[in-house]
């Protein structure tokens, strides 16, 4: 073997472990779904069942989380998405320290732990408003982290947009809220939806901010780690399974459309 | 100002300028500041608030260095929280290189594209999967004494080593989309020229690859030690009582010992130990803010 192939055969042995690791756990965790064990493992192996995912569909306190999550995360959409399209506008259009400092601030929650952004939050709305825990201190304290993420999207939209049209627009004699509705708004659109579509996962996935700001309120991902602490069933793994399943195939859309958006819109760099 | 007036209106501007100060202001720095003064203060009864004895106090921050516990405990989290930011950087600096600079053009959608899906798959989930692997009954207990390397099954949940193990597997993804993106923009040839001239795998890879990655790097590793220290999924799912992690402590004062400057204390003393990470890890890598902040 010459020293070139061992080096080929050894990266792809370390590739083949990698992606082994990655997904490894997680068949791991939807094979346990099918075993029909009080207690979900895959060792030993009881036997095939498809009952827990019949005793997922029963537990009203599953629904209940389930409504909550949706509606944090459509309250974060209806917050956090603006919120960034109203940074970006206002960035791209300065150029200066004060750009810099804006952006930095802007940025700031994405490198903060998630529970001082809910602990914050909580202090803040207590203190100046009286307002406690629940749904509402939930989808703000959710938005003010995730309003940075669609802020970044829309920036990088912006900057391959050619400005020159909305100037010819107001040369002719367009308002600035005809330009904005016909020109910006309509260019802006896909990353609307893709700041929605992401803002939307990243609300049901939190955990660590919505924990100290959800007051007596339980999202999907609360309940689920209150089900692994206390009454594990395997219905827990289906409901994992099917958030997964769903998980993966809108990544591969996201994915699927990213590229395509991109591939028609080559970068002019 | 004048370009954004210019460009938007005066009735955009206005909305414009109106969401990004409420955004700022009401959503970001003031609860900050806020957090900050209530960590100052002493924890009193609503009727005594803002009365005599509500002045700036320093002993919420003692309470770190005279509770053997909890020091103990944040201490663990740093130590800990380094420890997952380097084997995770030990982990995906070969496949993040593979990836950016060896890897065959056709083959690259599909791979990124096995990394993208775990990314997206909820954090809680990934550590649930450990869960069920780590337990006493589990896979990897039978798997070890099925080997032989043990006679009977361990308690891998519970411990530090557990949360340890988790942690790596959740944050792992947050090193390598960084350190590929660093490595993406080095130029090939340059490797080729250092090949050319003689210089071995160790050498181009100290002085031509590990340069010019220095601003992921650091990107990398200090997502991958915020999430970590900041962690409260991990260390509740897969630790227990004996492996209690700061943030626990942290929400412990909120919601048990009903102590919320106490828990604001604890809350910015974490801020500064992720602040002092990322100036550590500038300073290190000599990379800027905007190198980081991209």
Known sequence: MTAATFRRWLTGAYLVLFFGYLFLPLGIMAAATFNSSRFPTITPWMGFTLQWFGALWADQRMWQALGTSLLVGAGVIAVAVPLGLAAALLLDRLHSRARTFLYAVMVSPLLTPGVIVGISTLVFWREWFGVTGGLFLTILAQSSFIAAYAMLLFLARLQRFDQTLEEAALDLGATHGQVFRRITLPYLTPAILSASFLAFLQSFENYNTTLFVRGLDTTLTVYIASKVRTGLTPAVNALSLILIALTILGAVVYEILRRREARRQPDPA | ?294
């Not at chain 2, 002493?42 to 004895?53: I, V």
């Not at chain 2, 993040?96 to 083959?107: C, E, L």
């Not at chain 2, 004062?253 to 990322?278: H, K, M, P, T």
């Open chain 2, 1 to 294: 100002m004048g370009g954004v007036l210019r460009r938007y209106g005066p009735v955009l501007t206005a909305a414009i300028l109106l969401a990004v100060a409420a955004w700022l202001l009401l959503l970001v720095v003031l609860p900050q500041l806020l957090m900050v003064d209530f960590s100052f203060r002493p924890s009193l009864p609503p009727s005594k608030a803002r009365g005599p004895e509500d002045v700036y106090t320093l002993r919420n921050y003692a309470t770190l260095w005279t509770n053997q516990i909890h020091l103990a405990i944040f201490l663990k989290t740093i130590w800990a929280s380094s420890l997952v930011t380097a084997v995770t950087l030990a982990v995906c600096y070969p496949v993040a290189f593979y990836m950016a600079q060896v890897a065959p053009r056709r083959r690259l959608p599909l791979l990124v594209l096995m990394l993208v899906v775990p990314f997206w798959i909820n954090e809680l989930l990934r550590t649930f999967a450990w869960y069920i692997i780590l337990a006493f009954n589990g896979p990897l207990n039978a798997l070890l004494v099925g080997l032989g390397l043990y006679s009977e099954p361990q308690r891998l949940l519970g411990g530090d080593a557990g949360v340890i193990i988790g942690m790596v597997y959740v944050y792992i993804l947050f090193m390598v989309f960084p350190l590929m993106n660093a490595m993406e923009s080095l130029d090939r040839n340059q490797i080729e020229a250092a090949r050319d001239l003689g210089a071995g795998w160790l050498r181009i890879h100290r002085r031509i690859v590990i340069p010019h990655a220095k601003p992921g790097i650091a990107v990398g590793c200090i997502m991958t030690f915020m999430l970590a220290a900041g962690s409260y999924a991990v260390p509740a799912l897969l630790g227990g009582p004996q492996s209690r992690w700061f943030t626990e402590v942290i929400y412990n004062w909120f919601f048990e010992g009903g102590n919320w400057n106490q828990g604001a204390a604890y809350a910015f003393i974490l801020l500064i130990l992720c602040i002092a990470f990322i100036l550590l890890m500038m300073r290190l890598f000599r990379v800027g803010l905007t190198d980081i902040a991209k």
